[in-house]
């Protein structure tokens, strides 16, 4: 077999289990292969070949790294803020003291929580709506 037919295999086999792992970045790696098979195609010598897959199939899964990440961080930041994620954002909640630190407990939904003033303290008691949810706490701002 040529080596232009093994590596249009590999990259087959590649895709193949990306199939069954559902993962983008396998088929990042059967670009590389894809793209050594037509460097075989074109007569370029084994090592040639093997430099080429590794480094397409190597910048592919890096920028497809990066451009999760970059959307993961864009979603989060989003996230906190989004009233179609979070149903609690817009509630009403009561404060009955602040901390001069501008943080807070509340009790919301049956439960205590950790809240702190979207501002800059001190805060006045009294009602406030939530605004955002990072983690477990809860960003009020005055109503």
């Given at each position: ?36 098979a ?27 790294h ?70 477990n ?7």
């Amino acid at each position: 077999m040529s080596d232009t037919t093994l590596w249009w295999i590999a990259a087959g086999m590649i895709v193949g289990l990306e199939l069954l792992t559902g993962t983008f970045y396998l088929l990042m790696l059967a670009l590389g292969a894809a793209a050594a098979a037509i460097s075989a195609q074109m007569g370029h010598p084994q090592s040639t070949q093997m430099l080429i897959a590794g480094v397409v199939g190597g910048v592919a899964a890096l920028g497809w790294h990066l451009k999760r990440q970059r959307s993961k961080d864009h979603a989060q930041s989003e996230g906190r803020a989004n009233p179609d994620l979070h149903l609690d954002l817009g509630q009403p909640v009561e404060v009955a003291q602040w901390s001069t630190d501008g943080r807070t407990r509340v009790h919301y939904r049956g439960a205590d929580w950790d809240a702190r003033y979207l501002g800059t303290p001190p805060a006045q008691s009294g009602p406030h709506r939530i605004q955002a949810i990072e983690g477990n706490t809860l960003v009020l701002a005055k109503i």
